[in-house]
């Protein structure tokens, strides 16, 4: 096609797209200039209430609610009839052109005859509803209806924001948004409180690019606008509800706990429900208590109440519903302090409020205590569920009906006082300076977290004089706790962004590597300022490992020490790896790894996929350089509260291990890592961290020891004692004996006994993990050291095979013991039985022969050692695991019922010998002839074997035994049919 043809095709797109930008800044220059909506705010703080659930339908609910705002967008709610809702506002200014077409329309509606719509021609629209008065002792839910045509980019969806007497907003909710639909589609925004000082409330219809949150001034980068589209809205409502408040305490301390929600070592707790602005009437509240796996704790609290509504005053309206009025103003940011708010001129189109809705005035608060049978540590869930009681529909009925109306949930955790002691240890990263939780309340939770290590983004507050002074505050109480601060340079302050001219969130390779008059300036006022409790500094963010591309980094980073050096700013400095490098196994970068290398520290970041089981050896390093590992927890929603505990605490074992000198947690304050949450109190997986970093902290990877359960376990020392951590897939029994000052501890921080059973310490083991610490170390170490001469041995059935046992004598006063060994079932050894006296530091050398009978299983054997100690009766039992046959061919079998009744058995062969081998099977089932067969293996093969008459089998041993065609390799198997 000629290209003059093709210019209107080519063209047309990109003229639409310019005139709408044209059109957007004329606007924008036209008008005043206002933000779009700012991301959720967090919910409130937990003294009003810690973790919502609203779970109770709006049926059951109706008759404790009140609609303090109703609007369908009817002929009633257009008084002058001029197409737009009375007291309704649009937004204007940059990003909301004034042309959008925005009013009633009368199409098919879910309620009534008309709705509002809006059309897009790019850009975005949005419009804000009367205020409505509020008041603490109730909640607030907003519900709209909603359906679309024609997006693409844009979504729709409904906020809710509480503002104070000035009309300034103090806390902002969203819905979910919603793209194309098809059929009218609910939004809503469940119960919320108002936050302190909240006088009214607005509700937000958004039809933007993007979603909820997405906002330009919070560098969010949003979707190219739909150039059409439309969007229409109806049935909005503000329904007030009964309020319920839930806290806990410990009722025999005077002093405020680190968080809320985080009780140190109470000998019981107080729970407390609140219950407000309930109507006339009888209820029943239903206190519940579970563990962290659901599991209902104990009898319920029941109390059953009688309110009574207050007096109304006939000439004025009842609390908390006061009449709708027009907004007279639309701050749309805050509370963010980098945030830029606008105050826009009442929409010309806004019309008088109609009449509030009749409504009856709230009863008194009810206070509702229970103090459940003391709980030991652990992480608890309180719910409380309130029912209305309505009297049988007939006197002669004694009967009466509940109705479920309302339900609250809160967490919280008890935990013993503790602080781990040394260096190294576990800490947290955060990717910002907390905004919604008080940096005392993150540092209280810090230090009763086990946290040693603090990583902040320091410099990106170098603007903001309180919370600089906040920082300075915390780093006081910190340091007395001996937690390390390393501050983090990026993101850069906003003064130095916009100086640059550089995105929200620029990598430390464009920042750094920009014209150092514009940041350098910046970044040592702050190096020098901090110097005194902030040592060390990090030059990129976590995940960000684009500065190691750089070539010259080592005189990079060489030049900035010199310089803060020379300004008496004594710091050490470190970079970050790239995100391909999740572990220290990984850790190969020749640049990182340089013996002389300027900076201090390399920080590595998390794994991108759940751990696998824990490496077995540990991983050297030069010493010059540290190496900060991070794990992630698992997200919600997925997995188990257990898997995700599991993972967590396997992931933090395997980061000791692999020779990490610090281990972070990745973004505490995420709602997604169930550490801390956005109200401040702890989530569900800050008792599984805390636990294990008390458990690790500055300990050394010692191995792993063979249990007579097979249970996986890996053995740390710290201080002359062992802490082992163990867990199985399968949940079963272990008995072992591990020392006089061995005490058991379950993830959940709770103490269990470790009971003694025969001489042996009996305790149930799981896929969570368990750790015993007080470990005996000496017995401990000689379990690791325990070798056998020759761990494999050919398969030779009747002849003599010669072995060697040796251990060292650890025990501070030597060992005297009878040392026996315990062979597999019809193995017989000479001898099995030693006397030993040995003192500290020698070694036990004990020759043996073996001698294997024919019907032995080949494969891997578990060898006991008994060492009963003299004169104590106590027993050191250390287990080993003897080859028994080739490795270079192994075996797969299993069983299966066929159709005709019949019963196969599979055996599977695989070969890496990388030669061609034949093996004579031979199938020996009781009372029935032999079945044989011959099978070519090359890298795998499989042959079936079917038995009539499974049924008749069941229980019964049968023996499976492969012997190599012209070679020496035997492979024997005995099962019993299940």
Same mark, same amino acid.
């Given at each position: 096609?000629?290209?003059?043809? /093709? ?68 002929? /009633? ?245 006061? +009449? ?147 920082? *300075? ?76 591309? /750089? ?56 794994? +991108? ?52 000198? +610090? ?128 761990? +494999? ?81 106590? *027993? ?45 099977? *031979? ?56």
């Amino acid at each position: 096609m000629p290209l003059r043809r /093709r210019l209107p095709t080519i063209l047309l797109p990109t003229i639409l797209l310019v005139g709408a930008a044209l059109t957007n800044w004329l606007t924008a220059a036209e008008f005043p200039s206002i933000d779009p909506p700012p991301p959720p705010a967090p919910m409130p703080p937990p003294s009003h209430v810690s973790l919502l659930r609203e779970s109770v339908s709006p049926e059951s609910a109706r008759e404790a609610a009140v609609d303090v705002l109703s609007c369908g967008f009817e002929t /009633r709610h257009d008084q002058n009839f001029d197409g737009w809702p009375d007291g309704w506002a649009r937004q204007r200014g940059r990003g909301f052109p004034a042309y959008l077409p925005i009013g009633l329309r009368e199409i098919s509606c879910p309620e009534g005859k008309s709705c509002l719509g809006m059309d897009l021609d790019g850009g975005a629209a949005a419009v804000f509803s009367p205020l409505v008065d509020v008041a603490r002792q109730f909640e607030y839910a907003v519900h709209v209806r909603a359906r679309t045509e024609g997006l693409v980019r844009d979504r729709v969806f409904l906020s809710a924001r509480f503002l104070d007497e000035r009309g300034q907003p103090l806390a902002v909710y969203f819905s979910r948004g919603i793209g194309e639909t098809s059929d009218w589609t609910e939004l809503s925004v469940a119960a919320i409180a108002p936050p302190p000082g909240a006088r009214s409330l607005s509700v937000g219809l958004h039809l933007q690019p993007g979603g909820p949150g997405d906002s330009p001034e919070r560098g969010v980068p949003l979707a190219l606008p739909d150039l059409k589209g439309s969007a229409w809205f109806d049935e909005v409502v503000v329904r007030r509800l009964p309020r319920v408040t839930l806290d806990v305490y410990d009722p025999k301390s005077a002093l405020s706990e680190p968080s809320p929600n985080l009780l140190i070592s109470p000998h019981d707790v107080e729970l407390v429900a609140r219950l407000e602005g309930w109507p006339a009437g009888r209820f029943m509240a239903r206190l519940e208590l579970f563990d962290p796996r659901g599991n209902l704790l104990g009898e319920p609290h029941e109390k059953e109440i009688t309110t009574t509504a207050a007096e109304e005053a006939p000439s004025a309206p009842a609390p908390g519903v006061a +009449a709708p009025r027009a907004l007279e103003s639309v701050s749309l940011h805050e509370p963010a302090s980098h945030d830029r708010g606008g105050t826009p001129a009442p929409d010309a189109e806004s019309k008088p409020a109609e009449e509030p809705p009749s409504a009856v005035a709230p009863a008194p608060p009810v206070v509702v205590a229970w103090r459940p049978a003391a709980k030991g540590p652990g992480y608890y869930t309180l719910r409380c569920r309130v029912f209305q009681i309505a009297a049988a529909a007939s006197a002669a009925s004694r009967n009466e009906s509940r109705t479920l109306v309302a339900e609250k949930e809160t967490s919280y955790a008890i935990a013993q006082h503790e602080r781990p002691v040394g260096t190294g240890g576990f800490g947290w990263s955060l990717p910002a300076v907390p905004r919604d939780v008080p940096l005392k309340t993150f540092s209280a939770l810090a230090i009763e977290g086990g946290v040693q290590w603090l990583k902040i983004p320091a410099w990106s507050i170098a603007d903001d004089q309180q919370k600089l002074a906040d920082l *300075h505050e915390v780093a006081l109480r910190l340091a007395a706790m001996d937690v390390q601060l390393v501050g983090v340079a990026s993101p850069p302050p906003e003064s130095v962004r916009k100086e640059m001219s550089l995105d929200s969130d620029p990598t430390a390779a464009q920042l750094l590597s920009a014209d150092a008059k514009a940041w350098q300036p910046s970044l040592d006022r702050t190096v020098g300022d901090l110097a005194w409790y902030i040592r060390q500094w990090q030059l990129a963010a976590d995940r960000d490992g684009s500065l190691v591309r /750089r070539k010259d980094l080592p005189n990079f980073v060489d030049a900035l020490l010199r310089r803060w050096a020379g300004s008496g700013a004594s710091v050490r400095v470190g970079v970050v790896a790239p995100q391909a490098l999740a572990a220290p196994a990984e850790w190969r970068v020749p640049m990182l790894e340089m013996k002389q290398s300027p900076w201090s520290f390399v920080s590595y970041p998390p794994a +991108a996929e759940a751990s696998a089981a824990p490496s077995t050896e540990s991983h050297e390093h030069d010493g010059s350089t540290r190496h900060f590992a991070a794990v992630r927890p698992l997200p919600p929603g997925q997995h188990t509260t257990d898997a995700r505990a599991a993972d967590l605490v396997l992931q933090m074992v395997s980061a000791v291990i692999d020779g990490a000198d +610090a281990v972070f947690l990745a973004d505490p304050l995420d709602a997604a890592s169930g550490i801390v949450r956005a109200d401040g109190t702890p989530g569900e997986l800050f008792v599984p961290w805390r636990t294990t970093a008390l458990a690790l902290h500055g300990a050394g990877f010692a191995g792993t020891i063979e249990l007579p359960g097979g249970s996986e376990n890996r053995v740390f020392v710290r201080q002359g004692k062992a802490i082992l951590v163990v867990w199985s897939r399968e949940p079963h029994e272990e008995s072992i004996y591990l020392g006089e000052t061995a005490s058991l501890v379950d993830a959940w921080g709770a103490m269990k006994p470790l009971a003694l059973r025969d001489g042996e310490h009996a305790f149930t083991v799981g896929p969570l993990p368990l750790f015993i610490l007080g470990v005996d170390e000496p017995i401990t170490r000689m379990r690791l050291a325990a070798t056998f001469a020759q761990t +494999a041995m050919p398969a030779r059935v009747g002849a003599r095979l010669s072995n060697r046992l040796s251990f060292p004598s650890l025990l501070p006063d030597g060992v005297s013991a009878t040392v026996r060994l315990v062979l597999p079932e019809t193995w017989k050894g000479r001898p099995t039985k030693w006397r030993m006296d040995l003192k500290q530091g020698e070694s036990a050398d004990l020759p043996f022969d073996l001698v294997v009978p024919q019907h032995a299983d080949t494969g891997p054997q578990r060898i006991k050692i008994d060492l009963e100690l003299d004169g104590s009766g106590k *027993h050191i039992t250390i287990f080993r695991t003897l080859q028994f046959g080739e490795t270079d061919v192994t075996p797969d079998l299993t069983t299966e019922i066929g159709p005709e009744g019949e019963l196969r058995v599979t055996q599977r062969l695989r070969n890496s010998t990388g030669q061609k081998l034949a093996f004579r099977c *031979h199938l020996y089932v009781p009372g029935r002839p032999r079945e044989s067969a011959t099978v070519a293996v090359m890298a795998a093969a499989e042959h079936t074997f079917e038995l009539p008459d499974a049924a008749s089998l069941k229980g019964a041993t049968l023996w499976l035994r492969s012997v190599e065609v012209g070679g020496g390799r035997v492979i024997s198997r005995r099962f019993t049919v299940p």
